[in-house]
């Protein structure tokens, strides 16, 4: 059995190196079009960070695991292909800011049409609108030389940082379908380290839509708590209390109802977004509202997160240094797509706040990228006036104790866990006086750090009264 997976990013890399992994007798063939990728992937420095994927890419490498970036090569050869491109927002046209932009899905459905004999099995492993598979089998029945195919929807549930213990140990995995044979095929290869109780099987559109969901109810969760963490902030409610509080009743469970400066990653907000989408487009404008409040919310926390910062320090931060502490849009991850941090960056910025930056997995040019990406408008077009801000204003440190060191304020964006246990005392010590510590993520003990000296505020908390 040979697969090939067309897309080398956070999710076809980490996924086909657990199958290729878990299935010896299998030959695993992951193509990207971007060649600097997959010499990362081959190299001793992967692309994507995350805890344990170097063990299990470096073991399955040798044997049955190839990067390359010979597409049409390993499509011809395949039995299965899975699709795992990128699907992000659209930002021009008809839907822009919303739908989902399908170009690349469509291009490798007609690369496969066109490369392909025999039968095949395409795999939608990307995240993609409900009766996307529709469109997929009409380009795929365009085959001009004989091919045939079935389609599969296998969405994928990883979340960064945990990816290597998502993939060994899933929920569950969701295989949508019309072809029992073709769903049996995909099936028992999960079955090879998954319990089969756990392969749940649907027909294509739910599957598709069930994904879409997946993330709105995550997203909806850490919304909620966010919102009654700024009438806790209010009335003098604790938000971690009131989390344990309510995430004990079994019905509403502890997960994801941790308060923070907001949700970022690369799929929360483009994918309510696609989500409201589609329901405008089948004219649920009711619905569309209820989802599209779930991304509003979170861009009025991370708003509010900005504005309490310069509130709090009387007003201003125009010239004054801000250390932050942490870039990633959470921990374990390098990965930086609408992390809050760039937005809250963004924001202090234009206030003339003079930023250091210190995360322990992103590049500087990554972060000055982001940056630079924030301020541009729909058609990438930066003014000279935030191009100069970025340039002069922002500054990467080494270390945690360089990015605080001779600073107003500390401003904790990622839950690095580094950051729990640096000297406090040295900290305070090598800053501004009052030494304001923003804790977005509700990370630090605050009670040490008050009895320090530090003037604390954290999210969902009133600790100054
Ligand atoms: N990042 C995540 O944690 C998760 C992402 N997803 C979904 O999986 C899909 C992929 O996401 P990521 O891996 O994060 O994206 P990514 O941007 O990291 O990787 C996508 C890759 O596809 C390549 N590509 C695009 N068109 C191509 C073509 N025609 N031929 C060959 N290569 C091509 C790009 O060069 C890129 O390297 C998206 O639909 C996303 O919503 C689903 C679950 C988790
Ligand atoms: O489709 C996807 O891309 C993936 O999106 C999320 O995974 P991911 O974005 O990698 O990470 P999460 O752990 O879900 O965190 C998302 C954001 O929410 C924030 N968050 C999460 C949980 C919480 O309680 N509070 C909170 O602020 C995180 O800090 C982060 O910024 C989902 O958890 C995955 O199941 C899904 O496969």
Known sequence: MKICCIGAGY????????????????????????????????????????????????????????????VDDAIAEADMIFISVNTPTKTFGVGAGRAANLEFIEKCARQIARVSTGHKIVVEKSTLPVRTAEAVKRILASAE????????????????????????????????????????????????????????????????????????????????????????????????????????DSRIGPKFLKASVGFGGSCFQKDILNLVYLCEHFGLREVAAYWEQVVSMNDYQKRRFAEGIVRTMFNTVSDKKIGVWGFAFKKDTNDTRESAAIYVCRDLLRERARVTIYDPRVSEKQIRADLIASCSDMQGVVSEHDRKLIENNVTIAANAYEAASQSHAIVVMTEWDEFKSLDFAKVYASMQQPAFVFDGRNLLDHDQLAKIGFDIHAIGKSLQD
């Open 11 to 70: 999710v076809g890399g980490p996924t086909m190196a657990m199958i290729a992994k878990q299935c010896p007798e299998i030959a695993v063939h992951v193509v990207d079009l971007n060649q600097s990728r997959i010499d990362a992937w081959n190299s001793e420095k992967l692309p994507v960070y995350e805890p344990g994927l170097y063990e299990v890419v470096a073991e399955a490498r040798q044997r049955n695991l190839t990067f390359s970036t010979r």
């Open 145 to 248: 030389n004989g091919a045939t195919f079935d389609v599969l929807s296998n969405p994928e549930f990883l979340a960064e940082g945990t990816a290597v213990e998502d993939l060994l140990n899933p929920d569950r995995v969701l295989i949508g379908g019309e072809s029992k044979l073709a769903i049996d095929a995909l099936a028992d290869i999960y079955a090879n380290w998954i319990p089969r109780e756990r392969i749940l099987t649907t027909n294509l559109w739910s599957s598709e839509l069930s994904k879409l969901t997946a993330n709105a109810f995550l997203a909806q969760r850490v919304s909620s708590i966010n919102a009654i963490s700024a009438l806790c902030e209010a009335t003098g409610a604790d938000v971690d209390e009131v989390a344990r509080a309510i995430g004990t």
